[in-house]
């Protein structure tokens, strides 16, 4: 079993630009959590998903921020026309039910430039 | 909102020396969670408390809960150097979100 598998580990780009998160849950887990974790800081909830449902996303910022869980492939958390303030390293987690803990991924560290 | 706060936010501490980190949280969870990170890493999880008065051991840590005071304790015995890292705690809520305290960064000096 190969966890959770984030990619890419390090993400640069220049403002304006987009970036894509991939998160593979583990095998046998259908219950995907993206957190944010800024400088310093603990992770902050953004969102919560299970296969093609998008279940609380009452942590994700209202624009530029979406996410999905496909039928079929990885979880993506897409974030359009980046800025600075979106620096930070991004986790995934998964969980095979509500009542159970999480695994986490590597995390995605994305810098803006 | 669910609040965690944890003290202290930094902690040096000697080499054998003993120390507690606080966990405290504003209402009612079933679950609380220790986790570790190293820089730069992913969360490691340490130990799960599920009910008050538990209490975990694994090596030189122990955690324990008391639901009705909201507080869990992470007590370090003998620190070694390897035990330098950032320390989590974290509880969810009915709906398995997690809500992490701000993390307490340990260094262990020789």
């Known amino acids: 079993n190969a966890g959770v598998m984030q990619n890419p580990r390090h993400l640069v780009r220049r403002r304006g630009q987009e970036a894509r998160l991939r998160c593979s849950p583990m095998?046998?887990?259908?219950?995907v959590y993206w957190y944010r974790q800024l400088p310093e800081e603990g992770l902050k909830f953004m969102v919560y998903?299970?296969?093609?449902?998008?279940?609380?996303e009452s942590g994700m910022p209202k624009e530029r921020f979406s996410a999905e869980f496909p039928k079929e492939g990885p979880s993506i958390l897409r974030i359009q026309q980046v800025v600075r303030g979106d620096s930070a390293a991004y986790f995934c987690?998964?969980?095979?039910?509500?009542?159970?803990?999480?695994?986490f991924g590597s995390g995605t560290r994305l810098t803006v430039v | 909102e669910l609040k965690v706060e944890q003290n202290p936010l930094f902690l040096s501490m000697q080499e054998g020396k003993n120390y507690t980190i606080y966990c405290n949280y504003s209402?009612?969870?079933?679950?609380l969670y220790w986790y570790r990170q190293d820089p730069g890493k992913s969360l490691e999880s340490l130990f799960v408390?599920?009910?008050?008065?538990a209490v975990k051991q694994e090596g030189r840590l122990m955690a324990s809960l008391d639901t009705k005071a909201r507080l869990s304790t992470l007590h370090i015995t003998a620190a070694v150097h390897d035990l330098s890292a950032t320390y989590f705690c974290a509880v969810t809520n009915t709906g398995n979100q997690f809500y992490f305290g701000t993390g307490t960064s340990l260094t262990v000096i020789p």
């Open positions: 408390l599920l009910s008050n008065g």
């Open positions: 998903l299970q296969k093609e449902n998008i279940i609380d």
């Open positions: 209402t009612t969870s079933d679950r």
């Open positions: 987690a998964s969980s095979p039910g509500v009542a159970y803990g999480y695994t």
């Open positions: 095998k046998g887990h259908s219950h």
